[in-house]
């Protein structure tokens, strides 16, 4: 699905890479633990999680994911999303808890990584 | 075409702990690496870099760019690593409640290098330091 659409299955309003949503993600990782992150999510995926610190961007980056949604109406601090607008990559935050965001994307066709 | 880059981690500054990394893989891109190694280079250096600010008393990343492999080495000056078995063990961390409020410090960082790297070693010794050597080959 385009980003766009996971904007609006989860009523998020973007903060930064608006030029990101016709972009399409196919998977999904949802975990505030960023060593799993590292460890097991796909290239190319959507990261749902509701830790809103620096580290959460550098992991992003690192392991080439799609975008960032940000639950449970987090929202990074402006240095923290400068930092996005650098890496150019589209974040959104969402008043939804993870378990909801997960639960309303996989029903709409995005899958979870394979931890093959 | 044979050089080093060379980078400083300070312990604790988890506000600067990333550039490195960053830097590291964006030199990589214009170096014209492919995608699928940059990302394994990419992930075990950060693991690398964030070990050096959770655990170490400050070290250094190096780069080390040779025509077909690329050399990744993580130093430090201490404290050392007592059992480097157990430091291996999945799961197995030291970390405290402010790495693990950041999402680290689950005891993968060390495993996750041997699973990106083609090549792995570690040595420490107490109160000298630990320093690991990663190989990447590039196709």
Redesign the interface.
């Known amino acids: 699905m385009k980003l766009s659409q996971v904007r609006e299955l989860l009523n998020a309003v973007v903060l930064t890479g608006e030029n990101h949503l016709d972009d399409e993600v196919y998977v999904g990782f949802g975990c505030d633990l960023m060593s799993d992150v590292l460890c097991y999510a796909k290239e190319g995926a959507v990261l749902l999680t509701g830790l809103s610190n620096k580290q959460v961007l550098n992991t992003a980056e690192m392991a080439n994911m799609n975008s960032i949604v940000f639950v449970r109406n987090k929202v990074p601090n402006n240095e923290i999303l400068e930092l996005a607008r650098e890496m150019d990559i589209l974040t959104m935050t969402t008043k939804l808890i993870l378990f909801e965001c997960c639960g309303i994307l996989y029903e709409h066709g995005l899958k979870g990584a394979n931890l093959s | 075409m044979s050089y080093e880059l060379v980078f400083d981690v300070k312990r604790g500054d988890?506000?600067k702990?990333?550039e490195a990394?960053?830097k590291i893989?964006h030199t990589l891109q214009q170096l014209g690496v492919s995608?699928r190694i940059i990302?394994k280079i990419?992930?075990a250096?950060?693991?690398g870099e964030?070990n050096l600010a959770i655990h170490s008393l400050g070290g250094k990343i190096i780069l080390a760019v040779g025509e077909n492999k690329l050399t990744l080495t993580i130093e430090d000056v201490g404290p050392g690593i007592p059992d480097i078995k157990l430091a291996m063990t999945e799961g197995f961390s030291t970390a405290g409640d402010e790495v693990r409020s950041?999402?680290?410090?689950?005891?993968?960082?060390l495993?996750?290098m041997v699973?990106n790297a083609d090549a792995f070693e570690i040595t420490s010794e107490i109160n000298e330091g630990t320093k690991i050597v990663m190989n990447f080959i590039i196709q």
């Open positions: 988890f506000d702990a990333g990394s960053r893989k995608n990302r990419s992930i250096g950060y693991e964030m950041m999402g680290f410090g689950a005891g993968m960082g495993t996750n699973k």
